[in-house]
T-cell receptor
Framework: SQTIHQWPATLVQPVGSPLSLECTVE??????LYWYRQAAGRGLQLLFY??????ISSEVPQNLSASRPQDRQFILSSKKLLLSDSGFYLC????????????FGEGSRLTVL | AQSVTQPDIHITVSEGASLELRCNYS??????LFWYVQSPGQGLQLLLK??????LVQGIKGFEAEFKRSQSSFNLRKPSVHWSDAAEYFC????????????FGKGTTLSVSS
């Protein structure tokens, strides 16, 4: 069966510090991968998605970047965090050749102080 | 552009009462529609989905949803709510195309009173 892991689960970082959130999927190959951010009362905002290694699409201009160094690994990064980067970050995957549902990880709570 | 509207931010229902959560979408073609549930501090779990065919779809945990093309709606229902159903519920719409993302509504928080 397929599983998705995100870490760290919780992170408290000072303004201006770097960020790295990691997501890995097991049990499938060539998944489509997604990063969403969830802020209170604002639903889920799509940040990035990837259909293959090294292929990243950005939906919203911002202080964050994403990379996909391996088929089942998706990393969300920042060089210098802002207060507004605080939120709950969710990684998700979907089967690569099907337009089906997304499967979500457990999320990473980021607090920028 | 695709969009999803969940008109109710917060709903309180008595345990054992029926539930209906509303979802309206804006989409230029045949949509794929989804309902997800999220417990506090957790990821999202798929409740049900609609791709085509029968417009009344059954999901997990006793939930169902009905697709009404004429009203651009995909409302979620449950005949008898349990206290464990208290959570946040998200409606989402997607395109019939691999490699695309889902667009989510802002969610409806369900509280269950005893």
């Amino acid at each position: 069966s397929q599983t998705i892991h995100q870490w760290p689960a919780t992170l408290v970082q000072p303004v201006g510090s770097p960020l790295s959130l990691e997501c890995t999927v097991e049990g499938t190959s060539n998944p489509n991968l997604y990063w969403y951010r969830q802020a209170a009362g604002r639903g889920l905002q799509l940040l990035f998605y990837s259909v293959g290694i090294g292929q990243i699409s950005s939906e919203v201009p911002q202080n964050l970047s994403a990379s996909r160094p391996q088929d089942r690994q998706f990393i969300l990064s920042s060089k210098k965090l802002l207060l507004s980067d605080s939120g709950f970050y969710l990684c998700a995957w979907r089967r690569g050749l099907a337009a089906g549902e997304l499967f979500f990880g457990e999320g990473s709570r980021l607090t920028v102080l | 552009a695709q969009s999803v509207t969940q008109p109710d931010i917060h709903i309180t229902v008595s345990e054992g009462a029926s539930l209906e959560l509303r979802c309206n979408y804006s989409y230029g073609a045949t949509p794929y529609l989804f309902w997800y549930v999220q417990s506090p501090g957790q990821g999202l779990q798929l409740l049900l989905k609609y791709f085509s065919g029968d417009t009344l779809v059954q999901g997990i945990k006793g939930f169902e949803a009905e697709f009404k093309r004429s009203q651009s709606s995909f409302n979620l229902r449950k005949p008898s709510v349990h206290w464990s159903d208290a959570a946040e519920y998200f409606c989402a719409v997607g395109r019939n195309q691999a490699g695309t993302a889902l667009i989510f509504g802002k969610g409806t928080t369900l509280s269950v009173s005893s």
